[in-house]
């Protein structure tokens, strides 16, 4: 690592911190309907934040990671699985699944369909991934995959080599990183359907969303796929087949002719290409274990999945990306699952790319608040006997759909990606803290707006809630800053420091300050009547 890659990496570090820092101080000065967003000024854990020498969250012996804490019973090692691709047309007994207990994953996923990262940057961004709890990545390749032959057409210009997956895969390793590849195989697919040569396989002539499963060809195609990628990751132990959204699913002709023959069966119209693709990928890979996004089948019976066999072949990702995510209804679709005989789930939460098609700048208390809603139900885990939580993917989608614009590019989101993290980490004692600073604000909205202040009228009592936490947060923050400084002005010169700063930093920082000097002074005035500002001139 030459020196230069080393302060590209503490730059990076830098900035994310300080823009956690502006984020926290932005909303205490302008304290919005729901304070939880306050976590912000806790994410401290791990050396990426203690190299900057802000202080650690203090955690007590017997608060553990959450996560982990869930499976802390278990202390069976993951086997070593055989690693073998086999031929497309060998025929094999799939191996039985190996369902030996490991600790869940969190994993972050990269969606390529849109503003790929270069292979230098994931350099940058797989150990500080590393460093903030995430112990693997699902890897969305859509048309940045290296296809060849027939498929050549489907990728990019700009896709990667087969070098620089080879890279990636040991950049992974290298950061203990588990790489899950993901590939759709339903829905989704428009960066396949769109082209001419495909247009015969789509479920609506007119739309490139969805496969006809029915057509001459679609599995031939989604084999194809599957075998190319499997082959560029023999090592893989979980592969995901994607499957969620498949829009006009039963409007082709083909399609409607099986329903006719079929009472209409939807569900069993879905399943069957599922179960198939499913069927066919482990024979491909031996003990391969496959994941599928759950929406398609929520509103079906237990009955119903459990007839598809789809339990003996995949474990659903039940995702959400909503603030208000209702736990409830999340507990409902994991009882469904456990019935349906499925022996794992796993979840996935959104920490970019789902807050508006459009989205520039992400909204870090809309993930934020999104995880503490996952993590509600994974504490609730426990009282599901037969389904084991196996890992939550941190999703952070970079289009809507193959189509549409941009959302917030992946740089833009580091630090909503670091909160979200250091939220799945640090569970319980995280909230403890944000019940902490949701108190604090109550009292600094109640009892010193700008109108007391103005006016040197508060409560002394009311001000000794906060006087204290507020002069230990200014203090914290003018330490970082010096550091931060420090480290700056050995990489930038004076005027593009001077500037940042201006720009993102001091106006929140001075009004802390004068904050503080105020509550100093009004508490010396022992709650005296409201002085009238004119004739303070």
């Known amino acids: 690592c030459t020196e230069a890659d080393m302060n590209t990496q503490k730059v990076m570090r830098l900035i994310v911190g300080c823009l956690v820092i502006v984020a926290m101080v932005k909303i205490f000065f302008h304290p919005s309907k729901d304070t939880s967003v306050k976590t912000h000024q806790?994410?401290?854990?791990?050396?990426?934040?203690?190299?900057?020498h802000i202080p650690q969250l203090n955690l007590v012996h017997n608060e553990e990671d959450p996560v982990k804490k869930e499976h802390a019973g278990n202390t069976e090692v993951q086997p070593e699985e055989k690693e073998t691709i086999q031929s497309n047309q060998e025929e094999l007994e799939p191996e039985i699944p190996d369902d030996t207990p490991m600790d869940p994953l969190k994993i972050v996923h990269l969606d390529l369909k849109g503003a790929a990262p270069k292979v230098k940057y994931l350099e940058e961004i797989f150990p500080l991934l590393s460093t903030l709890g995430a112990n693997g990545i699902l890897l969305e390749y859509e048309d940045m995959f290296p296809y060849e032959g027939e498929l050549s057409i489907l990728k990019s210009s700009f896709a990667y080599s087969p070098e620089d997956i080879e890279k990636i895969k040991s950049l992974a390793k290298q950061h203990k990183l588990e790489l899950i590849p993901l590939v759709q195989v339903f829905g989704h697919l428009e960066f396949v359907l769109k082209h001419e040569k495909f247009f015969k396989l789509r479920e609506v002539e007119t739309y490139p969303n969805s496969l006809n499963p029915q057509a001459q060809g679609s599995m031939d195609l989604v084999q194809d796929m599957?075998?190319?990628?499997?082959?560029?990751?023999?090592?893989?132990?979980?592969?995901?087949?994607?499957?969620?959204?498949?829009?006009?699913?039963?409007?082709?002709?083909?399609?409607k002719r099986w329903l006719e023959a079929n009472s209409g069966d939807m569900g069993k119209l879905f399943f069957n290409h599922v179960t198939t693709v499913g069927r066919f990928m482990t024979k491909l890979k031996r003990g391969i274990k496959l994941i599928l996004w759950d929406d398609m089948f929520r509103k079906l019976s237990s009955d119903t999945i459990k007839e598809s066999g789809l339990q003996d072949l995949a474990s659903p990702m039940i995702w959400k990306y909503i603030p208000n995510m209702d736990v409830k209804e999340i507990g409902n679709y994991i009882s469904k699952y456990e019935q349906a005989g499925f022996k794992g789930v796993w979840f996935a939460s959104a920490f970019k790319g789902a807050s508006g098609i459009d989205q520039k700048w992400t909204p870090i208390s809309h993930h934020l608040k999104n995880h503490l809603q996952w993590q509600k139900v994974i504490q609730s885990m426990p009282q599901y006997k037969s389904v084991r939580f196996q890992g939550i993917a941190l999703t952070g989608w970079q289009r809507y759909e193959h189509h549409t614009v941009l959302c917030e590019l992946l740089p833009v989101a580091i630090p909503s990606l670091a909160v979200c993290l250091q939220t799945l980490k640090y569970g319980e004692c995280l909230k403890k803290h944000v019940l902490f600073l949701e108190g604090l604000t109550i009292h600094v909205k109640g009892s010193f707006s700008p109108y007391h202040r103005k006016r040197s009228f508060a409560n002394p009592r009311n001000l000794a809630f906060f006087k204290d936490g507020l002069k230990k947060l200014m203090d914290e923050w003018d330490s970082f800053l010096l550091t931060f400084r420090k480290n700056m002005e050995a990489i930038f010169y004076p005027d593009t420091l001077e500037e940042w700063l201006e720009e993102n930093v001091n106006e929140h920082i001075e009004r802390l300050h004068e904050m503080v000097v105020d509550v100093k002074r009004i508490i010396k005035l022992n709650g005296q009547p409201k002085v009238d500002p004119s004739k303070m001139r």
């Open 42 to 52: 806790i994410i401290q854990g791990g050396n990426f934040w203690a190299k900057q």
């Open 226 to 255: 599957l075998t190319q990628v499997m082959k560029k990751h023999p090592e893989a132990k979980w592969f995901h087949i994607g499957a969620d959204e498949v829009r006009g699913l039963g409007e082709s002709e083909d399609s």
